[in-house]
């Protein structure tokens, strides 16, 4: 899939206020419900707190990519918050978190889920895109800044493959 098809423009979100990472989780998942009305969001901050236990989804240099298998979707579904402030994220670099882009799969995942989990990695690894994220100042030029840069992130980013 293509990161539009993947991520609408309402499951953006700019210059959000986030107290902890537990509270940009919850952020998040409202954003993922919008697309999803029929899971509740509290199932989906559910899976997102389950996945983070398994393991820190903060990428480094300031963005992080929390993700999580959930019941009763068929697609991959994405959302994208640049917080006004960072917060700790549990980064392995320690640094603070300011990009979150926030990932829903089914709970059955083939190939093309994982493609849509490497196209991801890939953009939040472009370190031109990132930079550009973070000076947009709405919701509006946020995705149209990320849907543009999307296509131009470098290939050899790095991806992670660890998915659970």
Same mark, same amino acid.
């Given at each position: 899939?293509? @990161?539009?098809?993947? #991520?609408?423009?309402?499951? +953006?979100?700019?210059?959000?206020?986030?107290? !902890?990472?537990?509270?940009?989780?919850? &952020?998040?998942?409202?954003?993922?419900?919008?697309?999803?009305?029929?899971? *509740?969001?509290?199932? &989906?901050?559910?899976?997102?707190?389950?996945?983070?236990?398994?393991?820190?989804?903060?990428?480094?240099?300031?963005? *992080?990519?929390?993700?999580?298998?959930?019941?009763? &979707?068929?697609?991959?579904?994405?959302?994208?918050?640049?917080? !006004?402030?960072?917060?700790?994220?549990?980064?392995?670099?320690?640094?603070?978190?300011?990009? +979150?882009?926030?990932?829903?799969?089914?709970?059955? &995942?083939?190939? !093309?889920?994982?493609?849509? #989990?490497?196209? +991801?990695?890939?953009?939040?690894?472009?370190?031109?895109?990132?930079?550009?994220?973070?000076?947009?100042?709405?919701?509006?030029?946020?995705?149209?800044? @990320?849907?543009?840069?999307?296509?131009?992130?470098?290939?050899?980013?790095?991806?992670?493959?660890?998915? *659970?």
């Amino acid at each position: 899939m293509s @990161l539009e098809e993947i #991520i609408k423009p309402d499951g +953006v979100l700019c210059n959000a206020s986030a107290r !902890s990472k537990k509270h940009c989780l919850e &952020i998040l998942s409202e954003l993922l419900v919008r697309n999803n009305p029929e899971i *509740a969001s509290e199932l &989906i901050f559910e899976c997102l707190i389950n996945r983070e236990r398994l393991g820190c989804t903060g990428l480094d240099k300031g963005a *992080a990519f929390p993700h999580c298998r959930v019941a009763g &979707i068929d697609t991959s579904c994405a959302a994208l918050i640049k917080l !006004s402030e960072p917060i700790d994220f549990d980064a392995a670099d320690g640094d603070p978190v300011d990009l +979150v882009f926030g990932m829903i799969v089914p709970t059955e &995942i083939d190939e !093309s889920h994982h493609a849509d #989990i490497k196209l +991801v990695t890939r953009v939040l690894g472009d370190e031109g895109l990132r930079a550009r994220l973070r000076g947009m100042t709405s919701s509006n030029d946020l995705y149209e800044a @990320l849907i543009d840069g999307s296509s131009l992130a470098a290939p050899e980013a790095s991806c992670r493959k660890n998915f *659970a």
